[in-house]
């Protein structure tokens, strides 16, 4: 078929049965008044001869218009193709000019006009020559389209490239032998281009794309992608065609299989009680909510209409399993014998007189009113001082289940809140699983290291717990995984942490906060005597007779082995000593009847601590401070010393932190306003450089609290007067002289107790922290409280100087 027309040499061209005058179709598009046709789904391309159906009356007289008159009419494609008469704005932005050529009634009486396209034309607007009849006439700009030059050797690859990828989209499509013929046949690159994105299965709005592009080289392009885009999508849904017939193979296989083998089973072992039966009959005992029973009613009807071979069902199953094992409305007797209560907490737990007292106040409350709301406590303190055995015997005062739930590490939130069971291994939270351990609605929880909780972009799990640990939420707690709100209001919940310091305050506000400071020299051996040593005897299968540790002995241990609040580390060194006797005794040695502080050389090796780390005052610019770690309370000493040098310099040492840092600039500004009524020359400042140190220089330290110990080691060194013997202080300083109080002063008391400490000097303001703490902590020290750093001055500079006083 010729599509053609030459206009020197005119001749009918014949198609098929259709003769076809090409003289008749010569005349020029009007641009400013081109009759337009509008179809549905077409769009044509330059160059292309095609078939089109005409079903809208409109399109009927704009065909035959042209036909009778041989006009050239616009074709342009609409954007929706169930608009019945479109206007400009519903129409592509593109078109070409065409002839209609022929217009045939199909043997089913379907009109059909033969169009062949010419050139591409841009829609400018409305014509406003003509308008009449319902036509469309539109006001058009003629394109001229970029095709390839003669010596591109792109081109015709692309070209290649597009002709083999559609004939192979073609090869299992039926009734597309005439377009195969075609695409096989023709002998224009361009044409054949505009004929395969003219005719390709593409969508309207893809087409339209393609005929905007002007440059004919773009076009073969873009169709290739697209092409190759199709090509990837028929490779996609065969093979998943492919995998749905095998799996639907595969499951006729196993349903036929899992018929014989149950019919072999019931041969065997005859009927056995139904799955869905046996969770009904547990759901009748179970006190559900009434929310909860419906849930597990819809659920349970649910598990019946799956398939026992499907993961669904094992999934469902587990679900209905978790719901039936919760202790619904379930509580436990709740202890009425506050005597055997207190009985149980000194029993199990030796010192601690405010801690117990605080634990046997609640008791009394939840003994006097069962149906109240538990607060929830939070236990604080170094490690090793009994925060987590406290729970264990909170729970036995009480005669509560107990458990135990770790929080140290945790990072991610459904840990707390639990995983929806659209996931793979969903299973519930930590909370709803300990209470499913415990069995009983109202246990005792203890959270364990709630400050070592993390966050990442899983969520933070502290924001979680806001809801577990609030009063007036708790009562109705939804977990993820059980997706029904629990009532965890008769929950008593306690937690444990090292430090405050990493908790949100929201969390804060929550919670009571019970200190644990740590023990005292006499209650580490009391608690050695009556529970550690016991126990560890015990755990390695010795009599009391077998081995006898001396009071005295633990005091060494105490003092020379292990430097801690708790007694984990004299745990360790008990259990070392334990350890040692048992090998000797194995291997016929002779060990000692009664371990004494002579022995402990050959049982523990040389000795790893010394009690009096306190250095003394034979030099000027060392003070002693009081710190406050995580671990308990630390002495640290200040060190300062002068050299001579041009300028004013001050050099820090020890990792120091930047508040410590800031803390010793502003001691030594102070110092420097301040040293005529110190007794300082100002040329000093001038002459020596001020070097200040913090030994232990691997340990980071940070916090004001060392403030006023910094002007004092400044002062000292400058002047060269020995400082008070056995004195240590903590406190903050400001730059006008004013002493601040710190935190942490029974800590830092307990470390002044084991260095030897007598004299202590705090800020006035910390007078009310040591009205809190016992006598017995106290005992044997002298506090010193100042408001002015002049004041510490004139406690702790003694108007001597050292022996080895430099010549300043």
Known sequence: MNNGTDKDNPRIISLGQIEINPDKFNSEPNPDALPILATQNLVLFPGVTTPLA??????????????????PIGVVCQLDPEVENPSIDQLQQFGVVADVLKIFDLPDGQRTALVRARN?????????????????????????????RKNDMTFPAIVKAVKELMLKLLRNMEGAQDFVHNIQNYPDSVGLINMICSQSPFSSSVKGALLAENNIKERARTLLLELTEQEHMHEVAQKIQSQARENFEQNQRQAFLQQQMEAIRQELYGDTEDELDSLRKRGEKVNFTDAAAKVFAKELDKLARLNPQSPDYSVQYTYLETLLDLPWQKYSELNTDLQLARDILDKEHYGLPKVKQRILEQIAVLMNNPGGKSPIICLVGPPGVGKTSLGQSIANALGRSYQRVSLGGLHDEAEIRGHRRTYIGAMPGRIIDAIKRAGDSNPVLLLDEIDKIGSDFKGDPSAALLEVLDPEQNCRFHDNYVDVDYDLSKVLFIATANTLSTLSQPLLDRMEIIDLAGYLLEEKVE????????????????????????????????????????????????????????????????VPSKILPKHLNAFLGVEKFNKDRYEGNEFAGVVTGLAWTAVGGEILFIESSLSKTKGDKLTL????????????????????????????????????????????????????????????????????RRIKSKLAMTGEITLRGKVLPVGGIKEKILAAKRAGITDIVLSVENRKDIADIDAVYVDGLTFHYVNTVMEVFDIALLPEKVDNAIAL
């Open 527 to 590: 608690i050695a005597v009556r529970h550690i040593i016991p126990r560890i005897i015990a755990e390695n299968n010795l009599g009391s007779k077998d081995i006898k540790i001396a009071p005295e002995t633990i005091a060494v241990i105490i003092e020379k082995y292990t430097s801690e609040s708790g007694v984990r580390q004299l745990e360790k060194e008990i259990s070392k000593i334990v350890r040692k006797v048992i090998l000797e005794k194995m291997l016929g040695n002779k």
């Open 120 to 148: 591409k034309f841009q829609v400018l607007g409305y014509s406003d020559r003509y308008s009449f009849d319902g036509r469309i006439h539109l006001k058009v700009m003629m394109l001229k389209e970029q095709k390839p």
């Open 653 to 720: 040492t020890g990792n120091l932190g930047n508040v410590m840092k800031e803390s010793a600039a502003i001691a030594l500004q102070y110092v420097r306003s301040h040293s005529a009524e110190i007794g300082i020359d100002d040329e000093l400042f001038e002459k020596y450089q001020l070097h200040l140190h913090v030994p232990e220089g691997a340990i980071p330290k940070d916090g004001p609290s060392a403030g006023i110990t910094m002007a004092t080691s400044i002062a000292s060194a400058f002047t060269q």
């Open 54 to 71: 005409l079903v809208r009356e409109q399109s009927k007289q704009i065909a035959q218009m042209a036909y009778e008159t041989g006009t």
